[in-house]
């Protein structure tokens, strides 16, 4: 994998006041060192089935690079994804997913692949921060900390 240099020359993410310049350094933006090996990462995964067989549990295997980069271990990355294999993955679809009633559609892993077609629609009509302002409150009620694992 290549990796980029740090530029120090570009503009900095502005933060809320109160957050301190340590936050900003964990935090995604142009700036870290060895972010550009994350879209190798996610290029590569990008179809692998999301889910450990036999657990069924969510695999790390992006969601290591992200927190290794962040702590500026970003060399570590192709050591951390060579653990993992890419495990080819069609998203699961029941061709049902209704916007109004969502909360039916949650946590169903069937229709996994809906929700997949769902936000890229939405994501192709709408702005980020859109899409953001109406699923965002939606879905953190009920991830709590599992939400912000990652920061840990």
Request: aromatic fraction near 8%.
């Amino acid at each position: 994998m290549v990796r980029g240099q740090n530029d120090s020359s570009k503009s900095k993410t502005s933060l809320p006041s109160g957050v301190g310049p340590r936050v900003h350094n964990i935090l995604a933006h142009e700036n870290r060192a060895d972010e550009d090996v994350l879209d190798e990462v996610y290029e590569r995964f990008a179809q692998s089935d999301p889910f450990l067989p036999i657990t069924h549990f969510i695999d790390h295997a992006t969601m290591g690079p992200e927190a290794l980069v962040g702590l500026g271990m970003g060399a570590k990355v192709e050591m951390w994804i060579s653990r993992h294999r890419v495990r080819p993955y069609k998203a699961p679809t029941k061709s049902n997913l209704d916007p109004l009633n969502w909360k039916a559609a949650l946590g169903r892993r069937d229709a996994h692949g809906d929700w997949l077609k769902y936000f890229e629609t939405e994501l192709e009509n709408k702005a980020l921060r859109d899409v953001l302002r109406l699923w965002v409150p939606r879905l953190a009620h009920d991830v709590g900390a599992f939400l912000f694992h990652g920061l840990i």
